[in-house]
Nanobody
Framework: QVQLVESGGGLVQPGGSLRLSCAAS????????MGWYRQAPGKERELVAI???????NIAYSVKGRFTISRDNAKNTVYLQMNSLKPEDTAVYYC??????????WGQGTQVTVSS
C-alpha cells in the first residue's frame, strides 16, 4: 500500500509564502514523475507543477516565477515553494506521483487559503 502524505498548507496573507511537502511511504516502487495539482471551488483540477525523476520541470504559466518545485529522490518527497501568493492561488493542493509499476497515485489534498 502506497501513501502520499501532504503537509504545509494553511492561511497566508497576499504576498506571503508557503512550502508544501509530499512524502511517499509504504511499499515504494520507483517513482517517475511527481507533481502538484490544485482545485479551487467550482473549478476543475489543474496542473501546477511537475518534476521528473531526472529533475526536468514543467510549471503552469499562472504560477511561473512565483512557485518552484523540487524533489528529494532519497526521501521520496516532492516540495512546492510558493512565493508572492495571490488570492487566486486559494485552492486544495493535491500531490501526485507516478510510480513505474503501479501507475499514478494521489494524496489527500491540503488547503491553501490566501486572504487578508
Amino acid at each position: 500500500q502506497v501513501q502520499l502524505v501532504e503537509s504545509g498548507g494553511g492561511l497566508v496573507q497576499p504576498g506571503g509564502s508557503l512550502r508544501l511537502s509530499c512524502a511517499a511511504s509504504g511499499s515504494i516502487f520507483s517513482i517517475n514523475a511527481m507533481g502538484w495539482y490544485r482545485q479551487a471551488p467550482g473549478k476543475e483540477r489543474e496542473l501546477v507543477a511537475i518534476i521528473t525523476r531526472g529533475g526536468n520541470t514543467n510549471i503552469a504559466y499562472s504560477v511561473k516565477g512565483r512557485f518552484t518545485i523540487s524533489r528529494d529522490n532519497a526521501k521520496n518527497t516532492v516540495y512546492l515553494q510558493m512565493n508572492s501568493l495571490k488570492p487566486e492561488d486559494t485552492a486544495v493542493y493535491y500531490c501526485n506521483a507516478v510510480f513505474d509499476v503501479i501507475g499514478g497515485r494521489w494524496g489527500q489534498g491540503t488547503q491553501v487559503t490566501v486572504s487578508s
